[in-house]
């Protein structure tokens, strides 16, 4: 059983920065795709951002050109680089992690989640 581990969410101001991290307790070649959702209180679980094995990423339009997804294969982590951030940034981050995706964006697509990181942006 592949298990997630978040870290790096935090309290910051809007326009803030942080950097959240997403370490697998196992290699992650066999992944063919890692992603980020996000949820807000009362609200359902939203694509964030994800990357492909070969490295080719996708974003949400509300988090393009503001937020950057990559990763380190060495440590079996995966980043997000979260800028310019919002008030409405504000949510649990959650990692995720597929074998195989129908749906980029759908959480139903992905077979591994780990327990979220909470972000808060204050304005």
């Known amino acids: 059983q592949v298990q997630l581990v978040e870290s790096g969410g935090g309290l910051v101001q809007a326009g803030g920065s942080l950097r959240l991290a997403c370490e697998a307790s196992e290699r992650t070649s066999w992944t063919n795709v890692m992603a980020w959702f996000r949820q807000a209180p009362g609200k359902e679980r939203e694509f964030v951002t994800c990357i492909t094995r070969s490295g080719n990423t996708y974003f949400a339009d509300s988090v393009k050109a503001r937020f950057t997804i990559s990763r380190d294969s060495a440590k079996n982590t995966v980043y997000l680089q979260l800028n310019s951030l919002k008030p409405e940034d504000t949510a649990l981050y959650y990692c995720?992690?597929?074998?195989?995706?129908?749906?980029?964006?759908?959480?139903?697509?992905?077979?591994?989640w780990g327990q979220g990181t909470q972000v808060t942006v204050s304005s």
């Open positions: 995720a992690a597929a074998r195989s995706v129908a749906t980029m964006t759908a959480p139903l697509s992905y077979d591994y």
